[in-house]
T-cell receptor, first 114, second 113 residues
Framework: DVKVTQSSRYLVKRTGEKVFLECVQD?????MFWYRQDPGLGLRLIYF???????EKGDIPEGYSVSREKKERFSLILESASTNQTSMYLC?????????????FGDGTRLSIL | AQSVSQHNHHVILSEAASLELGCNYS??????LFWYVQYPGQHLQLLLK??????LVKGIKGFEAEFIKSKFSFNLRKPSVQWSDTAEYFC???????????FGSGTKLNVKP
């Protein structure tokens, strides 16, 4: 079974801090994704990566960056955390191809910025 | 931009009632369609998926969904809900040959015992 592991379930940081959220998948998937989940807004794509060192902006990339140095690991970086980045962050992975494979999700990281 | 609409934000049902959750999308080309469920405190899990063929697809736990291409819809149904179906349900659309997925805003289902 596919396992997507996010490094923290809960995280509290201060405004202005640089924050790293880590995600690891164990199924050799080419595609990895970062979403934020907010009540009433569903999942919004921040960034995704379809290969090592490759990345594409999603719908809400402002204030975020990503890193994918190894196939199994995809990191989300908040360069200078702000209170409006308080949210649930979800990582997902999927194999490449015709896109007809579902995404597999991690448990999420609930991030609070004080 | 692509969009996915789930018009029911919060649904409350009694056990044994029938369920139908709406999902409409805006993409005009070929799509892959998914319903995910998120139980309280758990990660999103796949309920069912449609790629091609029979537009009526069956998923886990007695759920099914019907793809109606002319209406750009992929509604989720269950004939008789249980208390354990209390969760948030998300519709997702993946344009064919494209790696991005577009999610609806979710529907919270509360089933009263």
């Amino acid at each position: 079974d596919v396992k997507v592991t996010q490094s923290s379930r809960y995280l509290v940081k201060r405004t202005g801090e640089k924050v790293f959220l880590e995600c690891v998948q164990d199924m050799d998937h080419e595609n990895m994704f970062w979403y934020r989940q907010d009540p009433g807004l569903g999942l919004r794509l921040i960034y995704f990566s379809y290969d090592v060192k490759m990345k594409e902006k999603g719908d809400i990339p402002e204030g975020y960056s990503v890193s994918r140095e190894k196939k199994e690991r995809f990191s989300l970086i908040l360069e200078s955390a702000s209170t409006n980045q308080t949210s649930m962050y979800l990582c997902a992975s999927s194999p490449t191809g015709q896109g007809n494979q579902p995404q597999h999700f991690g448990d999420g990281t609930r991030l609070s910025i004080l | 931009a692509q969009s996915v609409s789930q018009h029911n934000h919060h649904v409350i049902l009694s056990e044994a009632a029938s369920l139908e959750l709406g999902c409409n999308y805006s993409y005009g080309g070929t799509v892959n369609l998914f319903w995910y469920v998120q139980y309280p405190g758990q990660h999103l899990q796949l309920l069912l998926k449609y790629f091609s063929g029979d537009p009526l697809v069956k998923g886990i736990k007695g759920f099914e969904a019907e793809f109606i291409k002319s209406k750009f819809s992929f509604n989720l149904r269950k004939p008789s809900v249980q208390w354990s179906d209390t969760a948030e349900y998300f519709c997702a659309v993946n344009p064919y040959n494209f790696n991005k997925f577009y999610f609806g805003s979710g529907t919270k289902l509360n089933v009263k015992p």
